[in-house]
């Protein structure tokens, strides 16, 4: 399906650059399928931060990146 939008063309670039797009939609696609995957990524991120060890600031500042 087409639709025809007006797009900000340095926020596509830099969207582009972000993630490794080359064109508009490849760009435009990425970028939806990335928001429309953030709720999951926020659950997993909020189901480690109840970890222990990952909140607790004694066992993180003994931790190796």
């Not at 659950?43 to 607790?56: F, G, Q, V, W």
Request: charged content about 30%.
């Amino acid at each position: 399906m087409r639709t025809v939008i007006d797009v900000n063309d340095e926020a596509l670039a830099a969207a582009a650059k972000v993630l490794g797009t080359t064109t508009k939609v490849a760009t435009i696609n990425r970028a939806l399928e990335e928001i429309a995957a953030r709720p999951e990524r926020m659950k997993l991120i909020d189901s480690l931060m109840e970890l222990e060890d990952l909140s607790n600031p004694e066992i993180m500042r003994g931790a190796r990146w």
